[in-house]
């Protein structure tokens, strides 16, 4: 494996980590953080159970 | 290698999460549901004239309420183990060994991070409590949990005393600044109900985390050659 391909494969690898990273906490900023009613109201339970803040 | 990091961590999130959804709902779950009861009137402690028995009818498995619970701790657990299976894949390019045993102690830490260091502060929660402004509390909670990664990155990876040095400091600052709290206590559930549900919510907590960390950390080892 030459030095540019091993560059390459490093660069791809943080690129994926980072957008899963995104992903990630985006999941979990709507299903433990946001308030709107509907989400809270579903989630209400495993927000207390979770250790979020709630209400 | 964005496809392994999702298969990953989708297996093990959704698996550790089905699994800690069935301990919530068996061990947590009644306690909130009991402490529900004192939070709408329907038992009151403090001030009664007849104390209500501590063993209350409680109602068994609520198909709606209960099957979204389990959707959404699965959701919850996943969204965490896309982080987790990231930064396991960062370590592993400098040289750390990922599979299920190593996955373990990731687990721990993860644990530590989001929900063991915000809840030093700001204890689970049991319904009914009085808190602080919901927003100051989640940039709180977002940033102690913040900083709780970083210290534990910096202790597993750090190779200087500054590094650990300056994960202690990480660890300490939230705390010793202080969490938002209420001006005054309004919580109409028992004492006893408050500590049982926190004991419970940090007891699952670290038993769904060593699952999450153990699993992706094995399904992680095991697509090796994707």
């Known amino acids: 494996m030459t030095t540019q391909t091993v560059a390459v494969k490093s660069t791809s690898r943080i690129s994926a980590a980072i957008l899963a990273v995104a992903f990630g906490i985006g999941i979990v900023a709507i ?16 927000r207390h159970a979770t250790g979020f803040p709630c209400h | 290698m964005f496809t392994r990091i999702l298969t990953s961590a989708l297996f093990a999130g959704a698996a550790a999460g089905l699994i800690t959804a069935l301990l919530q709902l068996y061990f947590v779950q009644p306690v909130l549901l009991h402490a529900e009861l004192y939070e709408g009137g329907d038992l009151v402690h403090f001030g009664a004239q007849e104390l209500a028995p501590a063993v209350q009818e409680l109602g068994g ?17 996943a969204g965490y183990a896309l982080v987790l299976v990231a930064l396991m894949s960062v370590a592993e390019e400098r ?7 190593s996955g373990l102690i990731w687990g721990v830490c993860g644990f530590i991070a989001v929900h063991f260091a915000p809840g030093l502060s700001l204890a689970p929660e049991v319904p009914g409590v009085a808190a602080a402004d919901i927003t100051a509390r989640q940039i709180w909670w977002g940033a102690t949990v913040l900083a709780a990664a970083i210290a534990m990155w910096l202790i597993a990876f750090g190779q200087s005393w500054t590094a650990w040095g300056a994960a202690v400091v990480l660890l300490l600052a939230p705390h010793v600044v202080g969490a938002p709290q209420p001006d005054v206590f309004t919580g109409p559930v028992p004492t006893e109900l408050g500590a049982l549900f926190a004991a ?6 670290l038993a769904a985390w060593v699952m ?4 992706a950390g094995y399904f992680w080892s095991r697509d090796e050659t994707a």
């Not at chain 2, 419970?200 to 907590?205: E, T």
């Not at chain 2, 999450?212 to 699993?215: I, V």
């Open chain 2, 200 to 205: 419970r919510a940090f007891g699952i907590g």
């Open chain 2, 61 to 77: 498995f609520d198909a709606v309420r209960d099957g979204l619970s389990i959707i959404f701790t699965m959701l919850i657990y």
């Open chain 1, 31 to 46: 299903t433990g953080h946001v308030q709107a009613a509907a989400l809270h109201d579903a989630a209400h339970d495993v």
């Open chain 2, 95 to 101: 040289g750390a060994s990922i599979n299920g045993r």
């Open chain 2, 212 to 215: 999450l960390g153990g699993f």
